[in-house]
């Protein structure tokens, strides 16, 4: 796991060095973007804890831009997945049971180095299509409610992720400042309470604004 950040970092490094003086004109070289997210729990995810779909998101990154085609930022973000069971008859153990309403629910914050690439970012063009690569952590809050009697784990674990979406400018002549549309496959490593990886599908819809 440390191995995998450490060799994405050296990468993303090596080539923000080696383009550091670059003579493409790429307007102001800073973006933030912040953007709407919903997200699809999967795999062990959604067969053992949720298998609702989360509408409580939200995505943000600062971003340098190396060259029109190359960027690295610091991404950060917040996923709240919630779900309450009907009331069933759970076994608690030494053949003690037990009807209760459960309730499970898991709060993840994403906080990754994350390098983007434009093909078409030289251009100037109505949509500009992007993919990126992103490896950090998941800082994650998990609790569990049966009935009365409750469980809670805070802990941070390896996340990645690798997505694909498409830049649309506000007019031609604007370099990096417009709407975003996107989608990511998001994994992050758990293997705790009965939990295997907590991977997920997200969907976003955003702003990308260049700082003066």
Known sequence: ???????????LCSVAA???????VVG?????????????????????FIDKTSFRGATGELRYIINPKFAVGLAGGYQDFYQKYPRAVYNIGDNENISAVLTNTMQLIPIMLRGTYFPTG?????AKPFVSLGAGANVITYKQYLGEFGSRDNSAR???SAGA???????KYTNGTGFTLGANYNYGAYNK????????????????????
Request: aromatic letters at 10%; a positive charge; charged letters at 15%.
């Open 28 to 48: 102001n070289r800073w973006r933030l973007q912040l953007g709407y997210n919903v997200s699809a729990p999967i795999g062990s995810f959604k067969n053992d």
């Open 18 to 24: 080696t383009q550091a003086f670059s003579q493409d």
């Open 122 to 126: 030289e251009k100037q063009a109505f």
């Open 193 to 212: 309470n009965g939990i295997g990886n907590i991977n997920s599908v997200s969907f976003n819809v955003g702003l990308a604004i260049e700082l003066k």
């Open 158 to 160: 390896f996340a990645a």
């Open 165 to 171: 979406g498409v830049l649309i400018p506000f007019n």
């Open 1 to 11: 796991m440390k191995k995998s950040i450490t060799a994405i970092v050296t990468i």
